[in-house]
């Protein structure tokens, strides 16, 4: 067997058992030595683009894309040894954009990160592997997590002790996290940089919320803790949008991406705040509040955090969907980025 042949097999067995499960057991100012980048998210389960994506990426010069690898939740079975398991791996189904630099990109669920001493390990290990049969040669590794006093301490633990089995892989790898609003009032987490995370700033579950995906209001609140943040960071902005739905009580029952058509006044009944009573024959009514973010409120958005921050911070937006993608004009996506 080939040295060649032989990494590959190591490669396929880590990616093999890494499915079954993981295991048992200063300073606010850009860095100088990296280069301002035009980014994008990736964030389905499987690679594939189509042409419409694809000329977003050449378009707009985009040339760094976070790309979704796997997430790594709780072990639902309490029986289990495993406390926690990769799900949603990432499948590649499309070649890789030339000339775009790929970050792996893993989701860490807040049930999950108090378990990081049993699948740090691993997990490095697991993001080698999906990088090796892809030929990736990632120069940075993002971790995502939504992580609160509670927990912060098993998060940071976590990106310490990851670090030298990421270098061991990947020499002279950078990590980055991704840093939600809330988060800019607690300590700076042990990283290189941050892409401060723009979106889902309201609580989707409240009704009375008006637009839990970007509300300018919401960003206001936390624009104080910006100036002084210690850590290098990037702003992500949505480019999404989604239906809440509520039950007749007005109780959250889903998230969705239905193609609703509100203008049917016989079946969806306007209540206000962009929010619909949906009437349908045999089935219980529920509310529909359909949530977009005009270009004008990213607009807005990206000149509030850079008033606050004092530099011109990179741009990443939320995510590459063409059925988004086609809501805005080329001028307005070629706008977010300056």
């Avoid at 977009?292 to 530099?311: D, F, Q």
């Amino acid at each position: 067997m080939t040295g060649i042949s032989l990494k590959k097999t190591v490669a396929a067995l880590l990616m093999l058992f890494g499915v079954i499960a993981f295991t048992r057991c200063g300073n606010g100012s850009p860095d100088a030595s990296v280069q301002p980048f035009r980014g994008v998210y990736f964030w389905q389960t499987t690679y594939k683009t189509d042409s419409a994506e694809r000329e977003f990426l050449v378009e707009n010069g985009v040339n760094k894309m976070y790309l979704r690898f796997f997430d790594v939740d709780a072990n639902p079975d309490t029986l289990s040894l495993d406390k926690c398991l990769p799900v949603a791996t990432i499948d590649f189904a499309d070649t890789l954009p030339r000339g775009v630099e790929i970050v792996p990109t893993v989701f860490i669920t807040p049930k999950a990160i108090v378990h990081h001493r049993d699948f740090g390990k691993n997990l490095a290990r697991r993001i080698y592997a999906i990088c090796d049969l892809n030929h990736i040669s990632p120069a940075e590794v993002q971790f995502d997590c939504d992580w609160t006093p509670s927990t912060r301490d098993s998060y940071f633990d976590f990106l310490k002790e990851i670090r030298p089995s990421l270098e061991s892989y990947f020499e002279g790898i950078r990590i980055s996290s991704t840093i939600r609003l809330h988060q800019l009032q607690q300590p700076v987490p042990p990283v290189d940089e941050g892409v401060l995370m723009c979106y889902n700033t309201g609580n989707f579950k409240d009704f009375a919320t008006k637009n839990s995906i970007l509300d300018v209001s919401d960003v206001e609140l936390y624009c104080k803790y910006l100036k002084n943040y210690s850590l290098p960071l990037s702003f992500a902005l949505p480019l999404y949008s989604w239906n809440v739905e509520f039950d007749h009580n007005k109780k959250f029952l889903r998230l969705s991406n239905c193609e609703y058509d509100f203008s049917d006044t016989a079946a969806f009944v306007a209540v206000g705040n962009n929010t619909y009573l949906y009437k349908h024959d045999g089935e219980p009514d529920i509310y529909i509040r359909y949530e977009s973010v005009s270009a004008a409120t990213i607009a807005k958005v990206k000149s509030l955090l850079r008033k606050h921050r004092g530099y011109d911070s990179n741009i990443i937006l939320y995510h590459l969907d063409s059925q988004q993608i086609k809501k805005y004009s080329k001028d307005e996506i070629a706008d977010f980025y300056r």
